[in-house]
């Protein structure tokens, strides 16, 4: 697989919650932020995918029932 690091792709095989960074010279895997299934950084904002019960906005996993207040579903019997 390959993953962008700045400016260059590496290739590495990094396993699930896992990311490929440069480390003195050469292609590590490190750790994923723990909100995070997959990322590009160790970061919150760097997800790529999240677990089942979560959903990826703006590369933040968020989770339904913590973000509920942000969210409506829409009654589709009166359109509102």
């Not at 590495?12 to 932020?33: I, L, P």
Request: glycine share 4%; hydrophobic share 25%; aromatic share 10%.
């Amino acid at each position: 697989m390959f993953w962008e690091d700045g400016y260059m792709c590496l290739k590495a095989d990094c396993k699930t919650h896992k990311y490929a960074t440069m480390e003195n010279g050469k292609v590590v895997c490190k750790e994923c932020h723990e909100n995070c299934k997959e990322c590009i950084g160790p970061n919150i904002n760097q997800c790529s995918s999240c677990y089942d019960s979560d959903f990826l906005r703006d590369k933040v996993c968020n989770n339904c029932i913590d973000d509920a207040e942000n969210f409506f579903v829409k009654d589709d019997a009166d359109g509102q």
